[in-house]
């Protein structure tokens, strides 16, 4: 069964203190690994997709990595405006088969102190 | 162009009673996927749709939840009999079609079961 554990469960920060949030999971086989980030009451909002081990993706002070067991989502010089919680989600692809349904973990609630 | 809608917003009904919750996808994608969402957990996977059938309803508690999608386009995700445990939100999330697209989620529905 697919797996996906993030950690910590929160972070505070203050502004302009940079930190990593970590994302390990177990697949059969990873079809991809997706970051969203979500406010409260909304629904999650895309912001990176990753396919396979060293690849890397960046977007304005988040920069997302992926090896063969874990994803990070690096935050350099963090913002009041990123707060959110940030949510890491696994699709599978196994035996000639591709899965549709992503897996998520529980996410990672990011509070950033001005 | 408009994002996934869904209506309601926010549905409030009584333990036992039947509840329909809808789905407008963005306009031309052909895959349409259901999550839950209780407090402080990440969405967990319920039903995706390729077009009108259901391509895997592995996800689906039991057989009180029922999803369609007829014309391929709005879906609908049914609730009979519901329970306190229902409780949560419901997010819809569309992609073009290819299973490793990318999903984008609505607002959800939050719904209490009294």
């Known amino acids: 069964e697919d797996q996906v554990t993030q950690s910590p469960e929160a972070l505070r920060l203050q502004e302009g203190e940079s930190s990593s949030l970590n994302c390990s999971y177990t697949?059969?086989?990873?079809?991809?690994l997706f970051w969203y980030r979500q406010d409260p009451g909304k629904g999650p909002e895309f912001l990176f997709t990753l396919y396979s081990a060293g690849e890397e993706k960046e977007k304005e002070r988040l920069k997302a990595t992926l090896t063969k067991k874990e994803s990070f989502l690096h935050i350099t010089a963090p913002k009041p405006e990123d707060s959110a919680t940030y949510l890491c989600?696994?699709?599978?692809?196994?035996?000639?088969?591709?899965?549709?349904?992503?897996?998520f973990g529980q996410g990672t609630i990011l509070t950033v102190h001005p | 162009g408009a994002g996934v809608s869904q209506t309601p917003s926010n549905k409030v009904t009584e333990k036992g009673k039947y509840v329909e919750l809808r789905c407008d996808p963005i306009s031309g994608h052909t895959a349409l996927y259901w999550y839950r969402q209780s407090l402080g957990q990440g969405p967990e996977f319920l039903i995706y749709?390729?077009?009108?059938?259901?391509?895997?309803d592995s996800g689906l508690p039991n057989d009180r939840f029922f999803a369609v999608r007829p014309e391929g386009s709005v879906s609908t995700l049914k609730i009979q009999r519901t329970e306190r445990g229902d409780s949560a939100v419901y997010l819809c999330a569309s992609s073009r079609g290819g299973i490793s697209e990318t999903q984008y989620f609505g607002p959800g529905t939050r719904l209490l079961v009294l």
């Open positions: 989600a696994v699709q599978a692809y196994a035996g000639g088969t591709s899965y549709g349904k992503l897996t």
């Open positions: 749709f390729q077009g009108t059938g259901a391509a895997d």
């Open positions: 697949v059969s086989g990873l079809r991809g």
